[in-house]
């Protein structure tokens, strides 16, 4: 069965409503959803519109699709917004993983279930949510370390390596967590790698760019960069080409198109490959998992494969 998808602008909040035009079901389930910045990436942009789409095929679901535009304020009054509709669940990918805890405490106070989707909020928050959905992403960054360091020993220079660190936005759980994965298990499969410098590149491909413009000036010897994605990768990438850079080896944490196409090219070494579909359809089909009573795991992650030049041609290149 079909819907009809309207989106209205309205005020502070971007509203998608699902709407049934007649269905064999007594009630539909009503998820409601507030994204980070659907507008900062090619990611959040895919996600979106994979949820949107999984949505408009279920005819059990009708969904409120909200941006946060990356304001914390803006996020925690759609969050209050959707307790006041009274939906059946609440997805949230956060904002800032620490500032929303105290809506989502009010949302399971009254009664309405949460998940979390793509990237967790601060552990004092986990009492007041019923899943988690999407990637484990210290298992990302603990992979890409070990990308790296293979590549390392490939090369010999795992005793004399350096590198540095271009992190997402600071107080945003997936880049603190990536970061994590990366720094404990590094020293593990490569103990003389000495990463030198981390520097908040925001999710931003012009910001990592002038990041890596920095490092190249306060560093004559950079041997790897790891970035948080592989859009922030790529901005250090073009900034190591413009300075005539030629040898260091780029890992990012989750596969983006231009990163795939600069592996193909041979100018960027590895990454993460992880898909915004599958992980806008987990978040869905984990809301409504919730709503319906079922046993749901309280961290529900899918999988993401570690990606490089050597084994590209097993995975199709991303659509964002």
Avoid: H
Wanted: hydrophobic share 40%; with cysteine.
């Amino acid at each position: 069965m079909k819907f009809a998808l309207k989106r209205l602008i309205a005020g502070t909040t971007a509203l998608a409503g699902v709407a049934l035009a007649g269905t064999a079901f007594a009630e539909t389930i009503t998820i409601g959803i507030t994204q980070n910045n659907v507008g900062v990436d090619s990611y959040q942009t895919t996600y979106e519109k994979a949820f949107i789409e999984a949505a408009n095929a279920d005819p059990e679901v009708e969904a409120v699709v909200l941006d946060a535009a990356g304001d914390v304020a803006r996020q925690i009054a759609q969050i209050q917004d959707l307790v006041q509709q009274k939906v059946d669940a609440i997805i949230i990918w956060p904002t800032n993983g620490k500032a929303v805890v105290p809506a989502v405490r009010a949302a399971d106070k009254a009664g309405i279930p949460v998940v979390i989707t793509n990237s967790n909020i601060a552990k004092e928050g986990f009492d007041f949510i019923k899943s988690f959905s999407g990637p484990d992403n210290i298992t990302q960054g603990s992979r890409a370390a070990e990308i790296m360091c293979d590549k390392f020993k490939d090369m010999g220079i795992e005793k004399t390596a350096q590198i540095v660190q271009i992190s997402g936005q600071p107080g945003y759980t997936t880049a603190i967590e990536r970061a994590k994965g990366f720094e404990d298990r590094l020293p593990e499969v490569c103990p003389d790698v000495k990463l030198m410098e981390t520097q908040p590149g925001d999710w931003n491909r012009e910001k990592s760019q002038r990041v890596m413009e920095a490092f190249l000036v306060k560093y004559d010897k950079i041997d790897g960069v790891y970035a948080g994605d592989d859009n922030m990768g790529v901005g250090a990438l073009n900034a190591a080409k413009a300075a005539g850079r030629d040898g260091i080896i780029f890992v990012g944490a989750t596969n983006f198109a231009v990163g795939y196409e600069a592996m193909a090219r041979g100018e960027y070494w590895g990454s993460i490959y992880q898909s915004p579909v599958d992980d806008a359809k987990n978040a869905l089909a984990t809301a409504k998992a919730v709503v319906k009573g079922e046993d749901v795991p309280f961290l529900n992650y899918f999988d993401t494969p570690k990606i490089t030049q050597d084994n590209m041609d097993k995975f199709t290149k991303p659509v964002f």
